[in-house]
């Protein structure tokens, strides 16, 4: 939960100071008064086993069917909605997630394909590093730029290790970052890169194949991954089927996403069948 969703921030109206509302917030959450997303979803983890994160892409999307979708997936059992894209050629975005916000309970959480991408009325926003990638823009020049807005907007930043992993084809975000992916065999690299994450202070690792890949992560990578760190694993990319998504709960990942599929089939039965193969 960000300042703004628990009710401490508001542009015009709060006498407060930013640094009043912080300390109440954080004395609030120390109290357990009020939860911060990234707690939710740890929450939702032992709860449940394992989360069921749902993305939604706005390029892909027709906005009113991208509103019914949220609304469809907060219903089915969604934990959280992931909004972002790879290239965004869509504008208002900072709107969008407003709209999808009030139609839902869950957590709305910014998946940044850049800095532009930022919004007030997200609860959270995961600050991504590609720690996969040698390039430097994606693991910290980005960062930098966005920082700032981040904060002076309010939104909680959940600090996030991306590992691209080789999929079976070049995907929109190995390109658009200009970085190799791990190869899928390569299960000593994954999990010495994922560890470095968790000894960087991040708090969570996202294993991500890359949207409509030909393959999901590997299932042993996603095991061998979790095995090693403590840190919950988040997996993403190329999972078509209730039952891969199963398999990658099986195997320890504690947040499994789908975006494509939901996209290329436009049934919104399959969320609860996500969900029901996803949560214990
Ligand atoms: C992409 O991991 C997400 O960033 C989801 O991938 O669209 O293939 O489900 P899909």
């Known amino acids: 939960m960000s300042l703004r969703s628990c009710g401490l921030w508001s542009k015009t109206d709060c006498c407060l100071s930013h640094e009043a509302r912080r300390q ?96 007030q009325y997200a609860d959270a926003i995961f600050f991504l590093s590609l720690i996969s990638g040698r390039n430097p823009t994606y693991l910290i020049e980005e960062q930098v730029k966005a920082a700032p807005v981040i904060k002076a ?38 999990k010495a890169t994922a560890l470095a994450a968790e000894y960087l202070g991040m708090d969570m690792v996202y294993l991500e194949a890359g949207s409509g890949a030909h393959n999901s992560v590997p299932d042993e990578m996603v095991g061998a991954i979790q095995d090693y760190i ?12 209730p039952e891969e998504a199963q398999a990658k709960v099986e195997s320890g990942a504690a947040f499994v996403v789908t975006g494509n599929i939901l996209e290329k089939e436009h049934n919104f039965t399959l969320l609860k069948e996500f969900a029901d193969a996803i949560h214990r």
Request: hydrophobic residues 40%.
């Open 230 to 241: 403590e840190r919950p694993v988040i997996v993403g990319g190329g999972i078509k089927k």
């Open 24 to 119: 109440a917030f954080n004395f609030l959450t120390q109290f357990g008064l009020y939860l911060t997303t990234l707690q939710r979803l740890l929450n939702i983890r032992e709860q449940r086993g394992a989360g069921y994160l749902v993305l939604i892409d706005p390029d892909k999307w027709q906005q009113n069917k991208l509103v019914e979708l949220a609304s469809q997936a907060n219903e089915a059992g969604a934990d959280a909605l992931l909004i972002g894209g790879s290239l965004l050629l869509s504008s208002s975005f900072d709107n969008l997630v407003g709209l999808v916000k009030k139609q839902v309970d869950i957590p709305v959480i910014i998946f940044p394909g850049s800095p532009t991408q930022v919004s």
């Open 153 to 190: 907007l309010g939104v909680e930043p959940i600090s996030v290790g991306y590992m691209l992993i080789e999929s079976g084809r070049i995907t929109s975000a190995e390109f658009m970052s200009n970085t190799r992916p791990i190869p899928r065999d390569k299960l000593d690299i994954a």
